[in-house]
Antibody, heavy 122, light 110 residues
């Protein structure tokens, strides 16, 4: 069974940092890119970014709203992805979902975790 | 303001058919595949339709997707109470170089 489990969310002050984790199981982790999608309270879905796999040298892409502030790392030995959030703003408050990207062309997010909540507030 | 435009709400009675629209542009829907996601209250989104009109295994054939030009639509026939959820369309955007979502449509089953 495919599982994605996020952790690391919490309350942080504006300008602060946080590291989110995504632990994957039940599939060949190295074959997939991992994306993060966030959802502000009561709002819609927003793509945050993705990290590739060894085949594309773990290339990362980010949405313009987070570029330069968020970074990815990936540990294939533990089937984990980490999202480092820096210079956080109140508008970064959201539920952050880790998703598995399938192999079809486009936003093919075929499995989702349950999310981890990030609250940016003073 | 979402790149893809969806109506904020839709409603219908059990057994009826409902259609949810998703409007984009030549840089997203006009040139790339459309995906649809269903989010039941309190749960994570779930992939409902991929590559415009394909259903993952386990998704009932009551759900169907289509794309024409720079617009797409999701149709649900034989509406059931458990279909009450938020529905999101998504597509890759060539100009933004990333996936974009619609603002979501809240479906109410009356």
């Amino acid at each position: 069974e495919v599982q994605l489990v996020e952790s690391g969310g919490g309350l942080v002050q504006p300008g602060g940092s946080l590291r989110l984790s995504c632990a994957a199981s039940g599939f060949t982790f190295t074959a997939h890119y991992i994306d993060w999608v966030r959802q502000a309270p009561g709002k819609g879905l927003e793509w945050v970014g993705r990290i590739g796999n060894k085949v594309n040298n773990y290339h990362a892409d980010f949405a313009a709203s987070v570029k330069g502030r968020f970074t990815f790392s990936r540990d294939d030995s533990t089937n984990s992805v980490y999202l480092q959030l820096k210079s956080l703003k109140t508008e970064d408050t959201a539920l952050y979902y880790c998703t598995r990207e399938g192999h079809r062309d486009g936003p093919d997010f075929d499995y989702w975790g349950q999310g981890t909540l990030v609250t940016v507030s003073s | 303001q979402s790149v893809l435009t969806q109506p904020p709400s839709a409603s219908a009675t059990p057994g009826q058919r409902v259609t949810i629209s998703c409007s984009g542009s030549s840089s997203n829907i006009g040139s790339n595949y459309v995906y649809w996601y269903q989010q039941v209250p309190g749960a994570a989104p779930k992939l409902l339709i991929y590559t415009n009109n394909q259903r993952p295994s386990g998704v009932p054939d009551r759900f169907s997707g289509s794309r024409s030009g720079t617009s797409a639509s999701l149709a649900i026939s034989g509406l059931r109470s458990e279909d009450e959820a938020d529905y999101y369309c998504a597509a890759w955007d060539d100009s933004l170089r990333g996936p974009v979502f619609g603002g979501g449509t809240k479906l109410t089953v009356l």
